[in-house]
């Protein structure tokens, strides 16, 4: 199994709706990454949250680290916000260090 | 500012030949690291760094040697190219605080596409 699991894999929305990106880990963590990635490849860090709520513009991210669980939200959904969102977990390490875990994130289909 | 800089972005190589991708960002990040993303599954960590001199081991290491002189530059170099290499990799970066570098925004580079023949 997975140590990050992203849900669903595939989300096709039309614009204005409300989206919601799951994800949930089975490791101890400190803190988790929302990334997103654009259709032409490029990477960008949305948040690091390692407990609440973040909130930048249209985009928010829960965390519930007791629960294992974290979901980014989008409101009112563009088509600009076609991309594969990634979910990336700072996780504990036996030997006390710390690493990143990746899940294999959810492609956004946003149809206008 | 430039942020992270990747290159080549497109390379094809021939089993057993050797190259070096290269890194390197302007702004004065303590970590950098090196991934690769393959068809259906996530972002895997190769190698990454926590300051000049200072390399470590990710997730899938073997078939790749890193090196850290600078705090600019992080070459990620493939001795003996092999089909299973074949990917796209990507290197980020960002600042220590206190926790350590993982806890700051990762800023990547925009890829390098790696096909072997």
């Known amino acids: 199994k997975n140590e990050v699991e992203q849900s669903p894999q595939n989300l096709t929305a039309q614009e204005g709706e409300f989206i919601t990106i799951n994800c949930s880990y089975s490791?101890?963590?400190?803190?988790l990454h929302w990334l997103q990635q654009h259709p032409g490849g490029g990477i960008v860090s949305l948040f690091m949250l390692s407990s609440g709520k973040k909130k930048h513009g249209r985009l928010i991210a829960t965390i519930n680290i007791q629960e294992k669980h974290s979901s980014l939200h989008i409101t009112a959904s563009h088509p600009r916000d076609s991309a594969v969102y990634i979910c990336?977990?700072?996780?504990?390490?036996?030997?006390?260090?710390?690493?990143?875990?990746f899940g294999k994130g959810t492609k956004l289909t946003v149809n206008p | 500012n430039a942020g992270v800089t990747q290159t080549p972005k497109f390379q094809v190589l021939k089993t057993g030949q050797s190259m070096t991708l290269q890194c390197a960002q302007d702004m004065n990040h303590e970590y950098m690291s090196w991934y690769r993303q393959d068809p259906g599954m996530g972002l895997r960590l190769i190698h990454y760094s926590v300051g000049a001199g200072i390399t470590d081991q990710g997730e899938v290491p073997n078939g790749y040697n890193v090196s850290r002189s600078t705090t600019e530059d992080f070459p990620l170099r493939l001795l003996s190219a092999a089909p299973s290499q074949t990917s796209v990799y990507f290197c980020a970066s960002s600042y220590s605080i206190e926790g350590g570098g993982w806890r700051s925004p990762l800023h990547f580079g925009n890829g390098t596409r790696l096909t072997v023949t």
């Open positions: 490791v101890g963590i400190s803190a």
């Open positions: 990336a977990v700072i996780a504990e390490t036996q030997g006390g260090s710390e690493k990143l875990v």
